[in-house]
């Protein structure tokens, strides 16, 4: 009976600490990793690590799965192994003594894939109305910039401003092409 942690980012940017804070754990499974599937290192680690009479902590529903098919599957595997899944943002618990627990995770991994199909959606729209508007052209000149004389300008002394006016190219461009210098 073993107390199981389990902790997702989807970027090595994110950071992991807040999740779980103050939970005491007999074993961590963390990664950075999309949940936009299963296919996880540290998922598929932790789903053979996993025995009858252990808890799985996760911070929220969409830490473990994103899909709504996948978080299901997943529980119910957990749940006839006799795993008890505990989620701590939303207060559910799952397992084979808790019908209501496992009712109420159905109905918030439905409503997180869709409040995140609506999203996606959203933002496909707002890219194709700045399209139709004239402000995105597609993709920056970044592919064909001479990134060599940029980088010969800034050793040679010229300011950031000058040599992106100098190669019609953003000072944000330039400051990339810079650090690449370092």
């Not at 999740?19 to 053979?48: C, P």
């Not at 799985?56 to 978080?71: E, N």
């Not at 918030?108 to 700045?130: I, P, T």
């Given at each position: 009976?073993?107390?199981?942690?389990?902790?997702?980012v989807s970027s090595v940017?994110?950071?992991?600490?807040?999740?779980?804070?103050?939970?005491?754990?007999?074993?961590?499974?963390?990664?950075?990793?999309?949940?936009?599937?299963?296919?996880?290192?540290?998922?598929?680690?932790?789903?053979?690590?996993?025995?009858e009479g252990d808890t799985?902590?996760?911070?929220?529903?969409?830490?473990?799965?994103?899909?709504?098919?996948?978080?299901l599957a997943t529980v119910?595997?957990?749940?006839?192994?006799?795993?008890?899944?505990?989620?701590?943002?939303?207060?559910?618990?799952?397992?084979?003594?808790?019908?209501?627990?496992?009712?109420?995770?159905?109905?918030?991994?439905?409503?997180?894939?869709?409040?995140?199909?609506?999203?996606?959606?959203?933002?496909?729209?707002?890219?194709?109305?700045?399209?139709?508007?004239?402000?995105?052209?597609?993709?920056?000149?970044?592919?064909?910039?001479?990134?060599?004389?940029?980088?010969?300008?800034?050793?040679?002394?010229?300011?950031?401003?000058?040599?992106?006016?100098?190669?019609?190219?953003?000072?944000?461009?330039?400051?990339?092409?810079?650090?690449?210098?370092?």
């Open positions: 009976m073993a107390n199981i942690g389990y902790i997702r940017q994110q950071n992991t600490e807040r999740q779980l804070a103050g939970v005491t754990l007999d074993k961590v499974f963390e990664e950075k990793a999309s949940g936009k599937n299963i296919e996880r290192e540290q998922f598929k680690a932790m789903m053979d690590y996993l025995r799985l902590h996760v911070h929220s529903i969409d830490r473990l799965c994103r899909k709504t098919s996948d978080l119910e595997e957990l749940t006839k192994r006799g795993v008890i899944v505990q989620f701590h943002k939303e207060g559910v618990k799952t397992g084979k003594e808790s019908a209501f627990g496992n009712f109420m995770l159905t109905v918030l991994a439905g409503v997180a894939q869709m409040e995140r199909e609506f999203m996606l959606e959203r933002q496909r729209e707002g890219y194709e109305a700045a399209k139709q508007a004239g402000r995105l052209t597609g993709r920056g000149k970044s592919s064909t910039i001479d990134r060599r004389a940029v980088m010969n300008e800034i050793l040679a002394g010229l300011s950031v401003r000058k040599t992106a006016e100098k190669f019609r190219i953003s000072t944000q461009t330039v400051m990339k092409i810079k650090k690449e210098l370092r």
